[in-house]
C-alpha cells in the first residue's frame, strides 16, 4: 500500500537555524498538509496544500514558517530562526480530495528538538 | 480554543470486551468526523469516518455513532482485541481539520 514518507525521522538543530523537513506524499494525492505535536499535546494542524498554494492555514503557521512543492513529488517544512517551542513531532499528510471520506494518510512524523 | 474534546486520557478494557471511545466538539457546522489510530512512533492511521448526515458507520469490529443534538461522536470497538492497544483521536473537518487530545486505549489479556 502507497505511504507518506518524511524525512529526517529525528532533526536537532540550535536555536535561530533554519530547518526544513521533508515529505513524500501518496503519488496521486492532490492536498497536502502539515501538522505537528508537542510533547504531551494534541495533533494540531499547520497548513494546508492545493495546486501549488495555501489553501488554508492555522495561527500557528505564521511569517516563521513556508511550505514550497519544488519538484512535483517532495513536499517541505521550512522554520526559519527555530525557537526552543518549536520542538515538536512535525506530521505530513497528503489526501486524494478534501472530504471525510478521503481521508488524509499520515507519515510517521519528524521529531524535531530544537537546542 | 477545543473544538473538538476527547474528555477520557485512558480507558482500559479486557479483550473480548468491547470498548468504547467517546468525542465531543463544539462547532455544529462540521461535515465529517473521523476516528483515527496512533501507535508510539508512527503517524496516525484513518480508522473510520462518518459524514454529518448520517447518524451510524460500521466497519467490521469498529462502529462511530454520531448524535448531532447532542454534538457528541462515539467509538465502538467490539470484540476488542490487544492489538488495538494504541492512542485513538477523534477529528472534524470544516476549514480546517481539528484533533482531539487523544485517549490511550488498553486491551488486557
Known amino acids: 500500500e502507497p505511504e507518506v514518507t518524511q524525512t529526517p525521522s529525528h532533526q536537532v538543530t540550535q536555536m535561530g537555524q533554519e530547518v526544513i523537513l521533508r515529505c513524500v506524499p501518496i503519488s496521486n494525492h492532490l492536498y497536502f498538509y502539515w501538522y505537528r505535536q508537542i510533547l504531551g499535546q494534541k495533533v494540531e494542524f499547520l497548513v494546508s496544500?492545493?495546486?501549488?498554494?495555501?489553501?488554508?492555514k492555522s495561527e500557528i503557521f505564521d511569517d516563521q514558517f513556508s511550505v514550497e512543492r519544488p519538484d512535483g513529488s517532495n513536499f517541505t517544512l521550512k522554520i526559519r530562526s527555530t525557537k526552543l517551542e518549536d520542538s515538536a513531532m512535525y506530521f505530513c499528510a497528503s489526501s486524494l480530495g478534501q472530504l471525510g471520506n478521503q481521508p488524509q494518510h499520515f507519515g510517521d512524523g519528524t521529531r524535531l528538538s530544537i537546542l | 480554543d477545543q473544538q473538538v474534546k476527547q474528555n477520557s486520557p485512558s480507558l482500559s478494557v479486557q479483550e473480548g470486551r468491547i470498548s468504547i471511545l467517546n468525542c465531543d466538539y463544539t462547532?455544529?457546522?462540521?461535515?465529517?468526523f473521523l476516528w483515527y489510530k496512533k501507535y508510539p512512533a508512527e503517524g496516525p492511521t484513518f480508522l473510520i469516518s462518518?459524514?454529518?448526515?448520517?447518524d451510524k458507520n460500521e466497519d467490521g469490529r469498529f462502529t462511530v455513532f454520531l448524535n448531532k443534538s447532542a454534538k457528541h461522536l462515539s467509538l465502538h470497538i467490539v470484540p476488542s482485541q490487544p492489538g488495538d492497544s494504541a492512542v485513538y483521536f477523534c477529528?472534524?473537518?470544516?476549514?480546517?481539520?481539528?484533533f482531539g487530545t487523544g485517549t490511550s486505549l488498553t486491551v488486557i489479556p
Open positions: 462518518i459524514s454529518s448526515i448520517k
Open positions: 462547532n455544529s457546522m462540521f461535515d465529517y
Open positions: 477529528a472534524s473537518t470544516g476549514n480546517q481539520f481539528y
Open positions: 496544500f492545493y495546486n501549488n498554494e495555501i489553501s488554508e
